[in-house]
């Protein structure tokens, strides 16, 4: 009897902890191939960070909003104590606790193949409608020529309604992640976009891309060094190369877009 009674005392007292792992609720929103409610876990970025938090014993439960809504929403604390992935940009530092970044991004500009399009200075952008995205941050020096005026700006809500509005001459540039700009054009817009389309080589800004808490959580280090943990050991075991190079192979889209493929 006493060896029957063993596993069932063993699972009671071990069973409940094994399946109490703790939640995070993070905001998230559409920035494929890197975040999308959409695409194969989520899309990169949201799958390492995921990843890196199981390693840690929390499980990530994810909210996809439009992105200005994703940071205020975060910023209060009230239901989701934080968002993927931001950069350290317009005064975010003061209300949030950020992670290592998850990765580094270079942003460019978008125009179309018919315009003979250079620059070196904002002082060479005058000339041009600029497109950008509601609640998207381009970097302090973008942020301060569109203050100052020395840049015209037209914000819009998405990143795929800029390109349209590129592709029908209506902006001149768009500034946008490489990797995200190509992805919307090969698969969220049609084709004809997509050759009309090209980018110059000069980065805007490079930038890393984080993990943020809001300062509001008493947690909050906790938190982050909690995912600095996760993302330290997922490099070291391979598997963030693994994640990375699902990018180049397709493991990120949806499951039509793959059979389309």
């Not at 000339?127 to 950008?132: E, F, L, Q, S, V």
């Not at 381009?138 to 809500?157: H, Q």
């Not at 909050?220 to 600095?228: L, V």
Request: proline share 5%.
């Amino acid at each position: 009897m006493k060896q029957l009674l063993m596993p069932l005392i063993y699972c009671a007292l071990v069973c409940p902890l094994l399946a109490s792992a703790e939640e995070l609720s993070l905001t998230n929103g559409e920035w494929p191939p890197f975040t999308s409610e959409n695409y194969q876990d989520y899309g990169f970025i949201s799958h390492v960070v995921a990843e890196a938090y199981k390693l840690e014993g929390i499980d990530v439960k994810y909210t996809f909003l439009p992105w200005k809504r994703a940071l205020q929403e975060a910023q209060e604390g009230d239901i989701w104590v934080g968002s993927v992935a931001w950069s350290k940009a317009d005064g975010r530092p003061d209300h949030f606790v950020f992670s290592e970044p998850i990765i580094v991004l270079t942003d460019v500009f978008f125009h179309r193949k018919d315009l003979p399009f250079d620059w070196n200075t904002f002082e060479d952008l005058k000339p041009y409608r600029i497109g950008a995205t509601i609640g998207y941050s381009y970097g302090k020096a973008f942020s301060e020529a569109e203050a100052k005026g020395l840049i015209t700006v037209e914000r819009i809500s998405t990143d795929e309604s800029n390109f349209k509005k590129l592709a029908q001459g209506r902006i001149n540039l768009f500034p946008c992640v490489l990797e995200v700009g190509y992805e919307i054009l090969a698969h969220n817009l049609p084709s004809g976009i997509a050759t009309s389309i090209t980018n110059n080589p000069k980065p805007l800004r490079s930038v890393g891309y984080h993990v943020i808490i809001t300062k509001k959580n008493p947690q909050a280090e906790r938190y982050i060094a909690a995912f600095n943990r996760g993302l330290q050991k997922l490099k070291d075991s391979g598997r963030y190369e693994q994640y990375l190079e699902g990018i180049v192979e397709g493991h990120y889209h949806s499951e039509s877009e793959k059979a389309a493929q």
